[in-house]
């Protein structure tokens, strides 16, 4: 490999790491907001990203609806889902006191009803495609070649990115969270309503995902299992410290770029491998991630 | 203090979660195990082999149940890399047998014996973490794992699967499932043997100690991290005899099945049946992977019924089948 | 046999730029009961972490009958013969009485394949039958720890740490949280482990009721630093000891 085709490799691979990457961190940000506010990896993000991804189909190929209808719909649909099963299920689970386990159960169970619910449809049992939000064409940037299409979810990644973070600083909302994430009963003291925080971080998690599931749905095959993208998610959230959401996206651009960069450089056979070995790497050599804060010391 | 007319406090069953200690055999274990036992003789003359052979693999689920349980219900800690040491198991069984023609009963020791220590090295490094970090440590192994059944050719076969070639012994040779039957139900009731001595021996509380509180367990001079990771290996040992067991009489194995949906569908079995308790384990097995047979001919529904039932017990019975039983026949009595 | 059971030799130990024990010295003489005392935040729980050796201190060194144990495990106290209980409880909460007190028991148990599957050791149950006998806690045999009253969950701790056959018994704020009649009978209880079956006590205690009535010896710590030591009745009248509890409560007021 000359050292042309090496420096070829490393642009393209870090344009097209950080389009990707840009998606992997919405679902980075989705699955860590869930956890920093009530402690629950939730198993069933990767099929609230594909049940948002058919709800958008069904719309838009089956109903022959308007993208402008079609994308405000499924979001609302997303958080809607989400926060009613916060409200109606996970509520229920936590007053019912078993292990703290049955939570991520209760998550599990819904993956499967929503996977199955996709199947009885009928729509998932052939792959499907997308139509694209914009009609792709080639750029050249540098020597990496990119999409229009690359470019547009990039640039609404960053721009969803960015109100998430807005939000999660400057509204009273948003600073709701953020104390119901550092202790939960003291926020509970001086009046945040628990439920209700913990139906809106449920509904904007699902939100995330249905936004995650339109950027990503014209680049893969659309099947019941494309739920299992998530994993590339969780292993960005891993390596941003899992209770960081500025270490949720920059772990989700570390993925996208390491998986692409192995791609190119080590075998195409290796990329679902990437995440994985990057997961336990960064358990072993800092379990507490990249941004994630000092393990405590138990006080005895 | 010498005072016993001290009262203890109403026990508040809401407070927080509760796991059996399993110190002595309450009734309901024990009229279940007989009817286990009752059954599991007269099978083989009632059904076709097709049942049998659902028959052999619940009993491969119980094994690899009781494994898990040693690892999250008794010892607390959630790893989630079953199905990967399960899949070790299979493999090195169905490659004991098919390479070097090795008796059936030493490629079960084999399995299990290479599971256990992969597991024990895995375990010494992840057992550093805790909760959700250990889990998706364990995770990631487990996804590597799969990754590597399906591309290490020349030992899996890679994507197209490996033939494993009957079990023998001597000149016996098991080609039925009929014919593994007997020999399934015997290294089945032996681990659940095994299970319950070592649960109710020290090493068993040592593992609820360290459940329940590490640093009171180190008080107690529990080598806290030495206790994780002989739970962590001995759980591994019980996937590896697991795959083993598979290995007597299934023919052909593929990773598509020693993915992360094995390793939940064992999870839910040991929470469905009720976290802590060997009859929770063994019960939830039963009762679940037949759920799940009963609901094989119609995928999309077994999926549905499969995530309500788990979604309606978490809301419901969060203890477990047995938990819930036990309480409700003692609202009964109770009036 | 040395005639200290326990030495603290120059025990140091900061947190960041924080110096939580500073140069600390103490010497526990075998078959006495040792308290120490201080207001709140002067150290006291570090130190008894230290030699329970939950903490490793910064430097400074900790010897049992002589012994340097500085680089133990926790876990290896135990088998050394030391014992401990914990400020906020740290029982088994959801195993029964009695297995709470079994797995204590276990450190002493035969190292055989046999006596390690075996589920009542012989000599281990006797022991523990004895040890709840003696803390009244038989009556509540099989009920679920966290089921007990805080009272009980108190001696519950005791019983298990008795368990380990201890020389050295380490007790964090053994009487914090009873009531009067509850500290009188542990009172009676420590006094007689000690007396009768030459058990050593350290303990780290906010109750002068308790330690002054039942400490041979009492060590007083501010600031991470001994101010203070001799008999009850020597601290009792030592200036700098009124002193220091005085500005506290001042600082409280």
């Known amino acids: ?76 649909a997303a958080y809607a889902g989400a926060a009613l099963f916060r409200r109606l299920v996970l509520n229920q689970v936590a007053r019912a006191n078993g292990s703290p386990v049955n939570l991520v159960i209760a998550t599990l169970g819904l993956s499967y009803v929503l996977r199955g619910f996709v199947r009885q449809t009928g729509f998932g049992d052939t792959p499907r495609s997308f139509p694209p939000v914009v009609e792709p064409q080639s750029i050249m940037i540098g020597q990496a070649a990119v999409t229009t299409l690359d470019l547009v979810i990039l640039a609404t990644a960053v721009v969803v990115m960015a109100a998430f973070f807005w939000m999660f600083k400057y509204t009273k909302i948003g600073r709701a969270m953020r104390a119901v994430g550092m202790n939960p009963k003291a926020a509970q003291l001086v009046g945040v309503d628990l439920t209700r925080i913990h139906m809106i971080v449920w509904g904007l998690s699902g939100g995330i995902s249905a936004i995650a599931a339109l950027l990503i749905s014209p680049k893969v095959l659309m099947t019941a299992d494309m739920g299992s993208i998530v994993t590339l998610g969780f292993a960005a959230a891993i390596v941003g410290g899992f209770t960081s959401l500025p270490g949720a996206v920059v772990g989700g651009f570390l993925i996208g770029i390491i998986e692409n960069l192995v ?25 507490q991630g990249l941004f994630g804060g000092r393990v405590e010391i138990k006080k005895v | 203090m010498s005072d016993k007319t001290a009262t203890v406090i109403p026990a508040s069953d809401t407070e927080r979660p509760r796991l059996a200690a399993p110190e002595k055999m309450p009734v309901t274990q024990i009229a279940l195990l007989a009817f286990v036992a009752a059954a599991l003789v007269v099978l083989p003359f009632v059904v076709t082999g097709y049942v049998l052979y659902i028959a052999n693999l619940l009993l491969v689920f119980i094994v690899l149940c009781l494994g898990l349980h040693l690892v999250i219900g008794e010892t607390g800690q959630f790893a989630l890399a079953h199905a990967a040491f399960y899949g070790i198991g299979i493999y090195s069984s169905g490659l004991a047998g098919n390479a070097f023609g090795w008796p059936f009963p030493l490629s079960m020791l084999l399995a299990g014996v290479v599971a256990g220590a992969v597991g024990v090295v895995i375990g010494t490094v992840a057992l550093r973490m805790r909760d959700i970090y250990l889990a998706l440590a364990t995770f990631a192994f487990g996804e590597a794992m799969q990754w590597v059944f399906l591309n290490w050719d020349q030992v899996t076969g890679g994507p197209n699967g490996l033939r ?28 659940i043997a095994l299970t319950i001595v070592i649960s109710r021996s020290r090493v068993g509380r040592s593992f609820r100690a360290v459940r329940e509180s590490d640093v009171a367990a180190m008080a107690m001079g529990i080598p806290v991290r030495r206790a994780k990771i002989t739970a962590f290996g001995l759980s591994a040992f019980y996937a590896g005899v697991a795959g083993s067991m598979f290995a007597t009489f299934s023919t052909y194995i593929h990773p598509d099945s020693l993915g992360f949906q094995t390793t939940i569908l064992a999870l839910t079995m040991v929470v469905v049946g009720g976290l802590g308790s060997i009859t929770g384990a063994v019960g939830g097995a039963i009762v679940f992977g037949l759920i799940s047979e009963f609901l094989r001919q119609t995928p999309s529904y077994q999926e549905i ?31 | 046999m040395a005639e200290h059971l326990l030495e603290v030799v120059d025990l140091t130990v900061k947190f960041g730029g924080l110096t939580a024990v500073n140069k600390f010295n103490i010497a526990v003489k075998r078959g006495t009961i040792h308290a120490l005392i201080g207001p709140n935040g002067a150290g006291k729980s570090t130190t008894f972490n230290c030699i329970s050796r939950f903490y490793q201190p910064t430097t400074g060194r900790v010897l049992l009958d002589g012994v340097d144990v500085t680089r133990m495990p926790a876990s290896a106290m135990a088998g050394l013969g030391v014992a401990r209980t914990f400020q906020n409880l740290e029982l088994f909460g959801e195993l029964t009485v009695f297995e709470n007190v079994m797995i204590g028991a276990h450190v002493h148990a035969g190292r055989s394949w046999v006596e390690v599957l075996s589920a009542r050791p012989p000599g281990v149950v006797e022991h523990v039958e004895h040890l709840l006998e003696r803390t009244s806690l038989t009556a509540y045999r099989n009920t679920v720890a966290r089921n007990l009253d805080f009272g009980h969950q108190k001696l519950l701790e005791l019983a298990r740490a008795l368990a380990i056959r201890p020389r050295l018994l380490l007790l964090d704020e053994p009487a914090a949280g009873l009531r009067n009649r509850e500290i009188a009978a542990l009172d009676a209880l420590l006094t007689d482990l000690c007396r009768r079956e030459g058990i050593t006590i350290l303990l780290v205690e906010h109750v002068m009721q308790l330690v002054m009535a039942i400490s041979d010896r009492v060590t007083v710590l501010n600031f991470g630093t001994k101010i203070s030591e001799g008999t009850p009745d020597d601290v009792r009248n030592d200036p700098s000891v009124i002193e220091a509890y005085l500005g506290q409560e001042m600082a409280h007021a």
């Not at chain 1, 195409?268 to 050599?285: D, H, W």
């Not at chain 2, 494993?164 to 039957?181: F, K, V, W």
């Not at chain 2, 309500?308 to 009595?333: C, E, H, K, N, S």
């Open chain 2, 164 to 191: 494993i070639s009957p079990a023998r012994l001597g000149d016996l040779e098991i080609l039925t499932d009929r014919q593994a039957y007997p020999v399934v139900v015997f290294v089945t009731l032996l681990m």
């Open chain 2, 305 to 335: 019924i499969y995530g309500l039932i788990l979604i309606v017990f978490m809301m419901y019975a969060p203890r477990g089948l047995f938990a819930f039983i036990r309480d409700q026949m003692g609202r009964i009595t109770r009036g």
């Open chain 1, 263 to 287: 791609g190119l450089f080590i075998s195409s056979r290796a990329i679902v491998l990437a995440p994985f070995v990057a997961i336990m790497l960064v358990l072993v050599i800092r379990p």
């Open chain 1, 1 to 76: 490999m000359t050292l042309d085709v090496v420096f070829l490799f490393l642009q393209q691979g870090v344009a097209s790491g950080l389009v990707i990457g840009s998606v992997y961190a919405l679902l980075a940000l989705a699955i860590v907001v869930i956890f920093k506010t009530s402690d629950v990896p939730n198993f069933s993000q990767g099929e609230m990203v594909m049940a948002a991804g058919y709800i958008a189909l069904y719309l838009l190929v089956f109903r022959s609806m308007p993208l402008w209808i079609v994308m405000p719909a499924t979001i609302l």
